[in-house]
């Protein structure tokens, strides 16, 4: 393997990890997100 290849491979394997780590981060925001709109509707009938 040249270094050409490992380079290429380095940053392709780089992109897949950023773009598992940014959707991860967007689920768990929209996650929370509608949590919080199930806390707020739950409210109201808990009290």
Request: negative net charge; charged residues 15%.
């Amino acid at each position: 393997m040249t270094t050409n290849d490992f380079l290429i491979l380095f940053l392709v394997f780089s992109n897949i990890l950023l773009i598992i780590y940014c959707c991860v981060i967007f689920f768990q925001v929209y996650i929370r997100d509608m949590n919080t709109k199930e806390d707020n509707t739950d409210n109201p009938t808990q009290v």
